[in-house]
């Protein structure tokens, strides 16, 4: 894991959040790498389960919204962790996280007092007035945003059922303990879908996204055996859900969450339906039958999945007697598809050509490095460690028959190629 976060930092994909200050606690910053590794995955998430799909619909609904929409959630009353507080040192713990016989700050013996619960939601104030009226939350979910859009997406568009909305976005939650890298945050992004369903087909459109959470996470290239099930308690499972599947996966700190699958039953849409007076039915076209539709929800994180990219990516090997580290990650998620040098940067002639393709595969797929800095040996390392799946090097020869050397990242092969079968 120090590996990992090591990497990131040094190689610009991931630095922490306000660094230069002292830093943020569950804050991370995404560096000039990170930010286009992250749009990878996000961009590859909104074509799978959105733009392929003729049954789903994109949203983008503000962070901030009435707090209304909390209170009717149940988020204000019950989106809370258990806290302890050290009665030695006051270092605070999430009750559940912590070994409650001895504290982990000052080492002394039961100080634990009996856990309070603690609201997650970072709370705020819209408006120049400080007072109850105006007080607003940073969401902790995306989920809100798309139930309270769900009638106006009725209105305008009057989907077919079953039908899902889709958003991706910002989610915050003041943990208690934030911990292991981007695992843990304060501050995350968040991929979901609420998919409405007739309410005795439920099964089969929770048993239809366990399978396309399955294709997901061979999508971002993670091994099946480091992905798996757990079938979720029913005292575990968050206050809406009647179902949940955890997907977990073996992480470099242990088999924790990667992302979820929850049957939400129609809580969401009868409590806003109680707070507003206004229905929440859905008419089945052509028919007198309506009902208020169940959802399914498939919530994926964004920082999780990084997480365990990166983690099933990250590969030592030796080449030369000399220890390699290198990114195995799948083509269409590495931040940079090719790299370009010119054998040496000393000969304008050779220069002007590597320019020449460089920018004939910029054209071709965009994300192409221009990389001239120091010799050829440093710049495969460096590449290397960013997860570039090809180097090519333009030299003598490319002057002569239009051939460059496109070195392989994971075997390190050298081949020669021409330039148009690139
Ligand atoms: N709308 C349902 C919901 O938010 P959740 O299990 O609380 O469910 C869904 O969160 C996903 O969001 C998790 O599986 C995880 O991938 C991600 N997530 C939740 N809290 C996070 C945090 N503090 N830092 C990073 N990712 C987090």
């Known amino acids: 894991m120090e590996q990992i976060v090591s990497l990131a930092k040094r190689r610009g994909f991931i630095y922490p959040g306000s660094d230069i200050y002292g830093g943020l606690s569950g804050t991370w910053d995404y560096g000039p790498l990170g930010v286009t590794l992250k749009r990878n995955i996000m961009q590859l998430w909104w074509k799978m389960f959105v733009e392929d799909r003729d049954d789903m619909h994109g949203i983008d609904a503000a962070i901030l919204m009435n707090q209304k929409v909390w209170q009717a959630s149940g988020h204000v009353d019950t989106f809370t962790?258990?806290?302890?507080?050290?009665?030695?040192?006051?270092?605070?713990?999430?009750?559940?996280?912590?070994?409650?016989a001895k504290c982990p700050n000052c080492g002394k013996e039961h100080t634990f007092g009996e856990p309070r619960q603690f609201n997650m939601m970072f709370k705020t104030n819209v408006g120049p007035v400080d007072?109850?009226?105006?007080?607003?939350?940073?969401?902790?979910?995306?989920?809100q945003g798309i139930f309270t859009n769900y009638k106006n997406v009725l209105d305008t568009f009057y989907p077919d059922l079953p039908f899902g909305l889709g958003q991706q976005g910002k989610a915050f939650r003041n943990e208690i303990s934030p911990r292991d890298f981007i695992f843990r945050a304060r501050e995350f992004e968040q991929m979901e879908i609420e998919y409405f369903v007739d309410p005795s087909k439920w099964e089969e459109a929770f048993e239809h996204w366990r399978q396309q959470v399955w294709k997901w996470t061979q999508a971002l290239g993670l091994p099946d055996d480091q992905v798996h099930e757990l079938e979720v308690e029913e005292k575990d499972r968050a206050h809406y859900s009647k179902r949940t599947i955890d997907f977990e996966f073996d992480f470099p700190i242990g088999k924790e969450e990667l992302l979820g699958l929850a049957y939400r039953t129609d809580f969401d849409l009868m409590n806003i339906q109680k707070a507003t007076g206004k229905s929440m039915e859905y008419t089945i076209k052509g028919t007198d039958t309506k009902f208020v539709p169940h959802v399914i929800e498939p919530s994926f994180g964004v920082e999780r999945a990084i997480m365990a990219v990166l983690s099933t990516a990250y590969t030592e090997d030796e080449q030369n007697g000399e220890k390699r580290i290198y990114l195995k990650l799948p083509a269409h998620l590495a931040p940079v598809k090719y790299a370009v040098s010119p054998l040496v940067r000393n000969k304008p002639e050779l220069v002007e050509k590597a320019r020449e393709i460089y920018a004939t595969l910029k054209a071709k797929y965009g994300a192409v490095m221009w990389d001239d800095n120091a010799n050829i040996g440093k710049r495969y390392r460096r590449q290397d460690e960013?997860?570039?799946?090809?180097?090519?090097?333009?030299?003598?020869?490319?002057?002569?028959?239009?051939?460059?050397?496109?070195?392989?990242?994971?075997?390190?092969?050298?081949?020669?190629?021409?330039?148009?079968d690139i």
């Not at 007072?131 to 989920?143: F, G, I, K, N």
């Not at 090097?393 to 050298?414: A, K, M, N, P, W």
């Open 81 to 100: 962790d258990p806290l302890v507080e050290c009665s030695n040192c006051h270092a605070r713990y999430r009750a559940d996280k912590v070994d409650l």
């Open 131 to 143: 007072d109850e009226a105006s007080v607003s939350y940073l969401r902790p979910e995306t989920a």
């Open 386 to 420: 960013i997860g570039t799946p090809y180097c090519v090097v333009i030299d003598f020869q490319t002057l002569e028959d239009g051939t460059v050397t496109v070195r392989d990242r994971d075997t390190t092969e050298q081949t020669r190629k021409k330039i148009e």
